[in-house]
Nanobody, 114 residues
Framework: VQLVESGGGSVQPGESLRLSCAAS????????MAWYRQAPGKQRELVAQ???????NYGDSVKGRFTISRDNAKNTAYLQMNSLKPEDTAVYYC?????????WGQGTQVTVSA
C-alpha cells in the first residue's frame, strides 16, 4: 500500500491550503484516515482524523480552521486548512489504518510566513 500526498506549499498567514492523500494497492476498508504534523524540534502530533463512518476528531490548535474529509471510492483523504498561522508550519503526514496494518505517506511541507 502506498500513500501519495499532495497540496503542500508556502503561503502567507490567513491563506488556505488543501492537502490530499491517495492510497493505492489492495487495502479493503480503511477504518481511519488521519493527518499528523511534525514541526522542527517537536514531536509528531495529530491534526485530524476521520473514521469510516464519518466521525471526526481534531487537535485543539486547529479546531474551527481545518476540516478533514474522505472519498471512500477513491481511497483519498483531504485536509482543508483555512486561516493558516505561522505555527501551522510543519511537515504534514497522512496515515491510514486498515485491517492488519497501517501506512504513512512521505510527508508534505507546509510553510506559513509573511
Amino acid at each position: 500500500v502506498q500513500l501519495v500526498e499532495s497540496g503542500g506549499g508556502s503561503v502567507q498567514p490567513g491563506e488556505s491550503l488543501r492537502l490530499s492523500c491517495a492510497a493505492s494497492g489492495s487495502i479493503g476498508i480503511i477504518y481511519v484516515m488521519a493527518w499528523y504534523r511534525q514541526a522542527p524540534g517537536k514531536q509528531r502530533e495529530l491534526v485530524a482524523q476521520i473514521t469510516s463512518t464519518g466521525s471526526t476528531n481534531y487537535g485543539d490548535s486547529v479546531k474551527g480552521r481545518f476540516t478533514i474529509s474522505r472519498d471512500n471510492a477513491k481511497n483519498t483523504a483531504y485536509l482543508q486548512m483555512n486561516s493558516l498561522k505561522p505555527e501551522d508550519t510543519a511537515v504534514y503526514y497522512c496515515n491510514m489504518r486498515y485491517i492488519g496494518s497501517d501506512s504513512w505517506g512521505q510527508g508534505t511541507q507546509v510553510t506559513v510566513s509573511a
